[in-house]
Antibody, heavy 123, light 110 residues
Framework: QVQLQESGPGLVKPSETLSLTCAVSGYSISSGYYWGWIRQPPGKGLEWIGSIYHSGSTYYNPSLKSRVTISVDTSKNQFSLKLSSVTAADTAVYYC????????????????WGQGTLVTVSS | QSALTQPASVSGSPGQSITISCTGTSSDVGGYNYVSWYQQHPGKAPKLMIYDVSKRPSGVSDRFSGSKSGNTASLTISGLQAEDEADYYCSSYTSSSTWVFGGGTKLTVL
């Protein structure tokens, strides 16, 4: 079955760039679907960060757009998140998840999800 | 974009039914049949329970159902069981081609 696994540094200094990778197994990213990042600050709710298609087409949360870059590496079957100029407010568990191309498929869901990785922003 | 509005907490006794609401606007919940619901147990990743307002993924109990009226979507859990105790989040596609989540609802099974 499709599995997603996040990886990256667990500690990032303020003003630096947070970088995470999501490795996909059991499915080829090139076969379709969008691949997204969602985060959850400790004790708080979920926030969609952005998504990318295998072609490189992206959608970003307007509130984070100026600091976010999502890219895809089909040769490694993985996609990545970069969030620049981080502050303590960016401390969160970061999840990656798959979702359909809503325009083509006419359906919307996030499934499956990775297990999540906690990133703490602190000096 | 503003988060969808959910009650902070709901509770019910085993065997009872509960409903969690999720209120948005005509630009998200009210404008599209693209509302989904997720269950999250402590320390775990969210799990898809309902999509496209009322559809259930394979493997999800039929005790879980979804509906929508205007700008408000609802998740109903019937025959409450202890293992249903978790946080629940709604999500909707928006007119800006983005996705927005609700603030989450903590379900306590008494």
């Amino acid at each position: 079955q499709v599995q997603l696994q996040e990886s990256g540094p667990g500690l990032v200094k303020p003003s630096e760039t947070l970088s995470l990778t999501c490795a996909v197994s059991g499915y080829s990213i090139s076969s379709g679907y969008y691949w997204g990042w969602i985060r959850q600050p400790p004790g708080k709710g979920l926030e969609w960060i952005g998504s990318i298609y295998h072609s490189g087409s992206t959608y970003y949360n307007p509130s984070l757009k100026s600091r976010v870059t999502i890219s895809v590496d089909t040769s490694k079957n993985q996609f990545s998140l970069k969030l620049s100029s981080v502050t303590a407010a960016d401390t969160a568990v970061y999840y990656c998840a798959r979702h359909p191309n809503i325009v083509v498929a006419g359906t919307s869901w996030f499934d499956p999800w990775g297990q999540g990785t906690l990133v703490t922003v602190s000096s | 974009q503003s988060a969808l509005t959910q009650p902070a907490s709901v509770s019910g006794s085993p065997g009872q039914s509960i409903t969690i609401s999720c209120t948005g606007t005509s630009s998200d919940v009210g404008g599209y049949n693209y509302v989904s619901w997720y269950q999250q147990h402590p320390g775990k990743a969210p799990k898809l329970m309902i999509y496209d307002v009322s559809k259930r993924p394979s493997g999800v109990s039929d005790r879980f159902s979804g509906s929508k009226s205007g700008n408000t979507a609802s998740l109903t859990i019937s025959g409450l069981q202890a293992e249903d105790e978790a946080d629940y989040y709604c999500s909707s596609y928006t007119s800006s081609s983005t996705w927005v989540f609700g603030g989450g609802t903590k379900l306590t099974v008494l």
